[in-house]
């Protein structure tokens, strides 16, 4: 079920787009085959730091960041990966690992592959390992406001 702040959030902008549930999946590649969608347009969302700083990095399901290009993209000194009990306590409303991508909600920059900014359409958790949003991705860069650059690798 979509998360009552996310529904807010996207009704009070005007926008359009649909839910999909799915089984309950936890990787980006296993929700693409549950919700029967192309693995390139279902996004993970990332957490990293960057100089400390939390972020998030979104990318297709069917890649996997390249940490120096995310630094050298970014100009950061210093990009990590960041761990679960890091971020946990800033998405209350939200399962841990299904945080869909709008960083700009919570203070925090949103990095987006350009490989998924090319597509017209972007799926993403809906706050929840059984449940996606789906959305025209012109819509959630309207939303967002992300920095798209390149740092992602097909797997």
């Not at 100009?75 to 306590?89: D, H, I, P, S, T």
């Not at 939200?94 to 945080?99: I, K, P």
Request: glycine residues 4%; hydrophobic residues 40%; negative net charge.
């Amino acid at each position: 079920m979509l998360s009552q702040e996310l529904k807010n959030f996207l009704d009070s902008k005007h926008v359009q787009y649909s839910t999909i549930s799915h089984a309950q999946t936890y990787t980006a590649q296993e929700i693409a085959e549950s919700a029967h969608l192309p693995g390139k347009i279902v996004a993970k969302t990332v957490m990293v730091k960057l100089d400390g700083r939390m972020a998030m990095a979104v990318l297709p399901a069917t890649c996997t960041i390249d940490f120096n290009r995310l630094k050298e993209a970014t100009g950061a000194n210093k990009v990590q990966l960041a761990y679960e009990e890091e971020f946990r306590e800033m998405f209350p409303d939200y399962e841990t690992g299904a945080m869909p991508p709008f960083g700009n909600l919570f203070g925090m920059d949103v990095y987006v592959a350009e490989s998924l900014a090319e597509d017209e359409e972007i799926a993403f958790n809906a706050g929840t390992h059984t449940d996606l949003v789906k959305m025209s991705y012109a819509d959630f860069a309207w939303l967002t406001h992300p920095k798209v650059v390149s740092f992602s690798v097909r797997h």
